[in-house]
Nanobody, 120 residues
Framework: QVQLQESGPGLVKPSQTLSLTCTVSRCSITTNYYGWSWIRQPPGKGLEWMGVIAYDGSTYYSPSLKSRTSISRDTSKNQFSLQLSSVTPEDTAVYYC????????????WGQGTQVTVSS
């Protein structure tokens, strides 16, 4: 059973950078042809896909968040990370990491999610 676990601060101040890490167990993040995504859900709203880092290290971002989002990885730790800059209270959400069966395919394994609140 593949496991994903998000970690990072639960509170971020406006204008700062939100940083989260996803630790993956029982599947290498370099395994063909998986994609490793970040997805968020603001309170009272639906899921929003933010971006993905593919098995080969290539990255793709949601057009609406591209200017503020960066996804990277540490293959030695089997982790991938999200950075979202210049946050506002509208970035308050539960943040999930997930594995896609292909880079942009259906998500078959999810982390439990982590609440991030943007507030001064």
């Amino acid at each position: 059973q593949v496991q994903l676990q998000e970690s990072g601060p639960g509170l971020v101040k406006p204008s700062q950078t939100l940083s989260l890490t996803c630790t993956v167990s029982r599947c290498s993040i370099t395994t063909n042809y998986y994609g490793w995504s970040w997805i968020r859900q603001p309170p009272g709203k639906g899921l929003e896909w933010m971006g993905v880092i593919a098995y080969d290290g290539s990255t793709y971002y949601s057009p609406s968040l591209k200017s503020r989002t960066s996804i990277s990885r540490d293959t030695s730790k089997n982790q991938f990370s999200l950075q979202l800059s210049s946050v506002t209270p509208e970035d308050t959400a539960v943040y999930y990491c997930a594995r896609g069966v292909t880079v942009v395919g259906a998500k078959d394994y999810w982390g439990q999610g982590t609440q991030v609140t943007v507030s001064s």
